[in-house]
């Protein structure tokens, strides 16, 4: 109650939220949690139990220890497997993180009224499924087809199958990723660049910081996370690579070879050879490798500090 000229005058106050409400969103959230929880079971953990038992078992149920894992390491395909995906990987990450950052930077210090218009135009390419991402790039890589010929002709390709040697094939792939799954990450690394307190931006200006010096000293240190984050997610879904070498395989006639990722082996061994205990241990060297890079990058990084 507040009193103005001797009288009581009522006072409005927020009500909080009664037992009924809070019970309601607790349920919710369990809801939405539990769901999760389940889809990660049966789609995550359950698949990635049975693959750890397939590879180190045979035929029948028989236990083989790490006979698969040595087998498939030892196969002639496995080693130019992974060394491709590693080129590309280097290749891919590297191009991600400069370029991203470089857009968002560029995003986020433009004018206000143009920024949506860039993130929507820079995410459109996301929109496409993969496969036809791929077949869009076949047609821009095709130099008699290419709107892009003369660039290609001043590299002197003239043919796909000229485009897609095995020399190339990183770069191919690495340019058909960024433009696919880049737009995404440049919209979240906007979204954390927003997210910067203006009083900090402030401050930095009145020190007298440029805005080259607000960038590299400000703005990507408070967002080390975010990239982190990105680098861990596009580093493991660059392992996963098998659509892109495998429609550019059909498409050049054969030559790009069908082993040429690992998932492209683990497949060709589970579907063309019946060894679907080897293809499981190469399923495994990938979800080995991504983990130990994601762990490495979440303590280097102390991922889960609170700053």
Known sequence: MNVADGLPVPVRTKRSPGRGQAAGRKRAGYLFVGLYVALLLLFGVVP???ALYLSLTRPGGKWAGLADFLNTGHDYRFLPAFEHIAVYLLVWLVVLVVLVLFLALMLH??????VPFFRFLLYMPGALAGSASVLVWLFML??????WRFVESLFHLSSLPQVVLPDHLPFVFAVIAFWTGAGGWIVVMNGALNNISDEVIDSARIDGANAWQLAFSIKL?????WV???????FATGTQLFVEPTLVSTASFGEVSQFWSPNQLAYYMAFTEANFNGAAAISVDLLVVCLMVAALLVFRSKFFEIE
């Open 48 to 50: 990635t139990g049975y």
């Open 228 to 234: 982190v984050y990105m680098v861990i997610l596009a």
């Open 109 to 114: 210090g433009g004018v206000r009224r143009t």
């Open 221 to 225: 240190p408070l967002i080390k996370k």
């Open 142 to 147: 095709d130099p008699p087809l290419s709107p």
